[in-house]
């Protein structure tokens, strides 16, 4: 039986407060009305008094109970913070490390009203402990330096703090605003707080471009308080083309949409919980991703994890959002933002992914493939354009520091041709044709590439397999000549720039005069299946034979 839905109401000493989280209007305040929650239990575990009085709890509601104290020492727990001394820290390596930039400000202002070199003002982030690992210290970290480089990224968005650092209340406490909307609501009116800041609503302004000011219900302006409680921070990597190394620049904030509130808390509490703390360049190893759509789908991979109702990802978040910001200089920008709608299917691909692919471009492309819906070698040709070929072919100058990205895609295409095998042993040629044409495709091109690979490196080196094929060390890698090595990255160098560019006509007469120049052994219908593809669809056979060309370009490189 339905319960019967009670109205918010005043007494005089207390509130009672009934949100319904579907009638919240961002997934921000929706995951506000989660961490809200995540704030009270962690308050409750410290043995804080007074605090609000969770009086319901259910998949869509929450119901509170609230008093002018409780909600006083709500925020005071909430903006508690330090002053703490510091040594002032160098700017570090972006091209090797994972260090935050120094602040604009190098000094804060003290308690005196002065200010001294490396004291600065630092949140307590007391409701992280009981809500993380024992060893939550880094990710503790990782938050603070989001929120000081991020939201509160100017020394005056932090004011807050420093009252409280001194000693001194939280002194915008809303009990007087809640009271006043709950008696003006008793009258059928609305009563809207002030502008939504920056500081609690990413991407807020003052007023739009039609000068309407951005504002929200007292209600509901209370739980952007709170929403990054249940947002999870990643650091996005960036490549340096000229180094060929990794750096991690910015912050990407994933805000979870609950679908079901009771259940979401539950499995994100567990997620929290079980969180990896191992640390890699001062970061946490479990927060570096490699595009930014990556942290959203890591979230989603957590929760689908979690083991206390191991419920269905679709059950628990209706939508994750995730949203890039990077300091430059003092201003905060947005450099990219998107809604994931969660499937199982999104979540399974994604795991695969993560256990196996190592590159950060391909595992980029492939990442934004699966939430596209496309084939997974689409958009490759931005990549092939936008990087030097080493980074694709092997040779002596393909960076040494990043996982090389033809092994990647030798294991996809490995991948592939089990998989059509599989299928030719349980279905007749024409049904696979019909079903699987991609993958058919690629493994005929594939066959075609590494054929004119190994037919022209012999010419070149010429040495044959049965010079060096028993040349193996220990673990059994084969230890290829010198000349061969040579020629093999001379002639996949040749055929990659040359494919790169051309286009059209230019491409297919190319394919058609140099890799089929050699005796390939095929069948008839896979020369008609080749031939069709290169008059009906030259692109992708141009991505996959440049992707063929990285895979058959590496060779083990034992020491």
């Not at 579907?22 to 009270?40: N, R």
């Not at 942290?295 to 959002?321: M, N, W």
């Not at 996982?403 to 030798?410: L, N």
């Not at 299928?423 to 075609?448: H, T």
Request: hydrophobic share 35%; net charge neutral.
């Amino acid at each position: 039986m339905p319960k019967k839905k009670t109205h918010d109401r005043q007494d005089g000493s207390s509130l009672i407060i009934e949100y319904n989280l579907h009638d919240l209007p961002t997934a921000q305040h929706k995951a506000g009305l989660a961490g809200l929650v995540l704030m009270l239990r962690s308050m409750e575990m410290r043995e804080l008094s007074p605090i609000p009085k969770i009086l319901e709890l259910t998949p869509s509601t929450l119901k509170l109970e609230v008093t002018e104290k409780s909600l006083q020492t709500l925020f005071d727990d909430l903006y508690d913070a330090e002053w703490v001394e510091e040594p002032l820290k160098k700017k570090a390596n972006k091209a090797d490390s994972t260090l935050p930039e120094e602040d604009d400000d190098n000094a804060e202002e003290g308690e005196n009203g002065g200010t001294e070199k490396g004291i600065k003002v630092s949140p307590k982030g007391k409701f992280w402990e009981p809500l993380l690992p024992q060893d939550n210290a880094v990710w503790v970290e990782l938050w603070r330096d989001m929120l000081w480089q991020t939201l509160r990224g100017k020394d005056r968005q932090r004011n807050d703090y420093k009252k409280r650092a001194n000693g001194n209340a939280y002194s915008k406490n809303p009990w007087n605003d809640l009271k006043n909307a709950i008696e003006a609501r008793s009258k059928n009116k609305l009563v809207t707080g002030k502008k939504i800041a920056g500081t609690l609503f990413v991407g807020a302004q003052e007023h739009n471009a039609e000068y309407i000011d951005f504002q929200g219900t007292i209600h509901h302006n209370l739980l952007l308080h709170f929403w990054t409680l249940a947002c999870r921070v990643y650091c996005p990597s960036t490549i340096d083309i000229k180094n060929g190394t990794l750096s991690y620049e910015g912050f990407v904030l994933v805000i979870p949409e609950p679908a079901a509130l009771d259940a979401f808390l539950e499995e994100m509490a567990d997620a929290w919980r079980t969180i990896e703390t191992r640390i890699v360049k001062y970061r946490p190893a479990a927060a570096q991703i490699d595009v930014p759509e990556e942290g959203g789908l890591d979230f989603l991979y957590s929760l689908a994890h979690a083991k206390v109702r191991q419920c269905p990802v679709t059950d628990l978040v209706a939508a994750i959002e995730f949203c890039f910001l990077k300091r430059k200089g003092n201003n905060i920008n947005m450099k990219d933002y998107g809604r994931i709608i969660p499937t199982q299917n999104i979540v399974e691909q994604y795991e695969e992914i993560r256990n196996r692919v190592f590159n950060p471009l391909f595992k980029a492309v492939r990442l934004r493939n699966v939430l596209s819906g496309t084939s997974w070698f689409g958009g490759m040709d931005d990549a092939f354009s936008s990087f030097p070929r080493e980074f694709f072919v092997s040779t002596d100058k393909t960076p040494r520091k990043l996982y090389f990205f033809g092994i990647d895609v030798q294991r996809e295409f490995r991948q592939i041709e089990n998989r059509c095998q599989a299928l030719a042993a349980m279905k007749g040629g024409e049904d696979i044709m019909k079903e699987n044409f991609d993958e058919i495709l690629a493994r005929r091109v594939y066959v075609l590439i590494r054929s004119y690979v190994q037919c022209r490196t012999k010419e070149r080196s010429g040495c044959k397999d049965d010079d060096f094929k028993n040349n193996k060390n220990e673990k059994g890698q084969i230890i290829y000549p010198p000349d061969y090595r040579e020629a093999r990255e001379k002639v996949c160098s040749d055929a990659f720039l040359a494919m790169r560019g051309r286009t059209d006509n230019d491409f297919v007469t190319y394919f058609a005069g140099t890799i089929c120049s050699i005796p390939q052994f095929l069948r008839e219908e896979d020369y008609v299946l080749v031939t069709q593809a290169l008059m009906t669809n030259w692109e992708m056979v141009k991505t996959l034979s440049m992707l063929a060309l990285s895979a058959h370009s590496y060779l083990s490189q034992p020491d």
